[in-house]
């Protein structure tokens, strides 16, 4: 059995960037992925991703808020207690491999293009569905 998940995606804001602590700091990226309904008006999903080591390092680096990715990822959940002792439940997709949707060129003119306010909700929602496009 496999434990894959694959989405394409803006990411909805910056990630959220940490280093473990330790001889071997590895870096700890947080982001949220801005994910397309099928259908028209069917609005968008919000998966939590994190990304580990290097591949961490590249999101840190190149993913910033509106960066269109595609992301191939296994499913992962867990818990904790907090320190006020209650039993917190994670649920994290955590990143195999992470590869840019569109070109530079695209990514500016998508940036200079969108909506007042730069609200990604409204941009995504903005975008043509499957539906509206002449080869779908």
């Known amino acids: 059995m496999a434990n894959v998940c694959v989405f394409c995606g803006r990411s909805s804001a910056d ?3 940490t280093y473990t602590q330790g001889e071997k700091a590895t870096c700890v990226a947080r982001f949220s992925l801005a994910v397309d309904r099928r259908g028209k008006d069917s609005g968008a999903d919000f998966p939590s991703m994190v990304a ?4 961490g390092e590249f999101v840190e680096k190149y993913v910033k808020k ?8 296994h499913y992962q959940s867990g818990s904790y207690t907090n320190r006020d002792g209650q039993k917190v439940y994670t649920h994290d997709f955590v990143v195999d491999d992470i590869e840019f ?5 695209a990514a500016s003119q998508n940036q200079q293009t969108a ?5 990604i909700n409204d941009y995504v929602n903005s975008m043509p569905s499957m ?6």
């Open 15 to 17: 990630p959220k960037v």
């Open 52 to 55: 580990f080591g290097r591949t």
């Open 115 to 119: 909506p007042a306010g730069n609200n």
């Open 131 to 136: 539906e509206d496009l002449p080869f779908a």
């Open 66 to 73: 509106g960066t269109k990715v595609v992301v191939r990822s």
């Open 101 to 105: 949707a569109e070109s530079k060129a």
